[in-house]
């Protein structure tokens, strides 16, 4: 999808989820337009790698770690797989990461190798969003919530429910009043009035657990 269309799709979706459901309709009232904006330009490969970076870190803590890493290929915009192996474990120590994430980032980098992993994002164009999943789960310490993220915030895809993320599931608990968390059951049973513009639910619903 162009990012023309995109946008259109996204004034679709505001639209069609505004009809669907008016507690929906009230967080677009509230927070406007939706600013879901996917990285054209970033590929699969680059895209889990910065996101292990990011699991359960704090957000400026991990862009620190990330430009130390990025920094590590001074010839290019990021390392690529045959230099990331090549790395010894003390230089992506080096960069902030733990001892777990540095082997999950070579992880990928032999994935992107063997070819699980692509380095161009039209290798996943014409895949579903289940057997993205499937297929990138395959590399260790990649997990369904980081393909979800992906496929979101790198590919575009606009019907994702991330259910296992704490946010979507605060931000539905928040909309509806109640005082019990939401379960990933219950917000996937939630989150189907709004198919097949999910993706953009869950960006409202992040809106609502921050407010």
């Known amino acids: 999808m162009r990012p023309t269309d995109y946008r259109l799709a996204v004034t679709d979706a505001e639209r069609h989820l505004a009809v669907a459901d008016a507690r929906m309709r009230r967080l677009i009232e ?4 939706c600013g879901l904006v996917p990285e054209w330009k970033r590929s699969p490969y680059e895209a889990l790698v910065r996101a292990i970076m990011y699991q359960q870190v704090h957000g400026k803590a991990a862009a620190a770690i990330h430009g130390r890493f ?3 290929a001074p010839d290019s915009s990021h390392p690529p797989p ?13 960069v902030g990461l733990s001892r777990q994430k540095a082997s999950y980032i070579r992880a990928i980098a032999e994935a992107a190798h063997a070819g699980i992993v692509p380095l161009r994002r039209g ?5 579903s969003d289940e057997a993205i999943i499937e297929r990138l789960t395959q590399v260790r310490g990649v997990g369904r919530w980081t393909v979800e993220m ?3 915030f790198t590919l575009g895809r606009l019907d994702v429910l991330p259910v296992g993320d704490f946010g ?7 909309i509806t009043r109640r005082t019990a968390p939401v379960t990933p059951t219950e917000m996937a049973a939630a989150g189907e009035r709004w198919r097949p513009y999910r993706s953009v639910a869950a960006w409202y619903l992040w809106r609502a657990a921050d407010a």
Do not use: I, N
């Open 30 to 33: 509230r927070h406007g337009p």
């Open 70 to 72: 990025l920094a590590l």
């Open 82 to 94: 045959a230099a990331v192996l090549a790395f010894e474990d003390d230089v992506l120590r080096g």
């Open 123 to 127: 290798a996943l164009s014409r895949a």
């Open 150 to 152: 992906l496929l979101m």
């Open 168 to 174: 979507v599931r605060l931000g539905y608990q928040r």
